[in-house]
C-alpha cells in the first residue's frame, strides 16, 4: 500500500511539473518583446573616430545615448550612431553635437536615434576632429 502511495505521489508531482512547465513555455511564447536594455561606461582620451563597443538591439526601436561631464581640448563632442554590416560598410546615422556635457560635473547631453531595425550597433566620436575626448558617464539605452 505504501508503495503504491509513493508511486502515485510521483506520478502526481511528474504531472505538476510538466504542467507548470508547458503553462511556462505559453506564457514565454504570448509574452511581448523584452524591453529596453542599456549599458553604462565612460571614456578616457577617446582619440577621433573612437568607435564604442557593440551592443545588440533585438527589437529595434530607438536609441539614447547621454553623456555626462565631458572633457577634450574642444568644446563640443560629435556623436555618430553606426549599425554594424557584415561585408559591407557600415550606415551612419545622424551625428549629434554634445556640448551641454562641457558645462561641469553633472552636466548631460542626450542624443536619439529612431528605430534602424534590430541589429549590432555602436557610436563612434569626433570623425575628422583632432580632440581626444573624456566622459565621465556614458549612458545608453536601445
Known amino acids: 500500500m505504501k508503495s503504491m502511495r509513493l508511486s502515485v505521489l510521483r506520478e502526481s508531482g511528474r504531472r505538476v511539473a510538466v504542467v507548470g512547465l508547458g503553462a511556462t513555455a505559453v506564457v514565454g511564447l ?15 582620451n577617446a582619440g577621433p573616430g573612437f568607435e564604442s563597443r557593440r551592443w545588440y538591439d533585438n527589437n529595434g526601436g530607438s536609441t ?16 555618430t550612431l553606426r549599425k554594424d554590416l557584415d ?13 551641454n556635457c562641457f558645462n561641469d560635473y553633472y552636466s548631460t547631453s542626450y542624443g536619439t536615434w529612431g ?3 534590430s541589429g549590432y550597433y555602436y557610436f563612434a566620436v569626433n570623425y ?14 536601445y
Open 87 to 99: 561585408f559591407q560598410p557600415d550606415p551612419q546615422y545622424t551625428t549629434a553635437a554634445f556640448t
Open 64 to 79: 539614447n545615448i547621454n553623456f555626462t561631464n565631458c572633457t577634450s581640448g574642444s568644446s563640443v563632442a560629435n556623436v
Open 30 to 44: 504570448v509574452a511581448g518583446p523584452a524591453q529596453a536594455a542599456s549599458w553604462m561606461g565612460s571614456l578616457t
Open 115 to 117: 528605430d534602424h531595425g
Open 128 to 141: 575628422g576632429g583632432w580632440a581626444d575626448l573624456t566622459v565621465r558617464l556614458v549612458d545608453v539605452y
